[in-house]
Nanobody
Framework: QVQLVESGGGLVQPGGSLRLSCVAS????????IGWYRQAPGKQRELVVS???????NYADFAKGRFTISRGNAKNTVYLDMNNLKPEDTAVYYC?????????WGQGTQVTVSS
């Protein structure tokens, strides 16, 4: 049984930083494709960043230069490092990992950027 467990969200002031973590519990297989998405109240879920196993990484315009996706030392762990956070970054952030034969979604973690 594979589950994506997210952590690291919270309240941060504008200009601050957060690291979100996504651990694929129950998996010992490297995820092929990984990504982060976010959804603000009343808005559509939108791509933050996606990364394929072939090395292709695509950041949304708002994330370029501020957010970084990475694979942890543990092969089932994915991070999203967020810097210079802005109020408009406030949303629920969802992790995605394609593992073996299917994709999985995390439960979401709230990020609130406010002074």
């Amino acid at each position: 049984q594979v589950q994506l467990v997210e952590s690291g969200g919270g309240l941060v002031q504008p200009g601050g930083s957060l690291r979100l973590s996504c651990v694929a519990s129950g998996s010992t297989t490297n995820p092929r494709d990984i990504g982060w998405y976010r959804q603000a109240p009343g808005k559509q879920r939108e791509l933050v960043v996606s990364s394929s196993s072939d090395g292709t990484t695509n950041y949304a315009d708002f994330a370029k230069g501020r957010f970084t996706i990475s694979r942890g030392n543990a092969k089932n762990t994915v991070y999203l490092d967020m810097n210079n956070l802005k109020p408009e970054d406030t949303a629920v952030y969802y992790c995605y990992q394609y593992i073996f034969i299917r994709g999985y979604w995390g439960q979401g973690t709230q990020v609130t950027v406010s002074s």
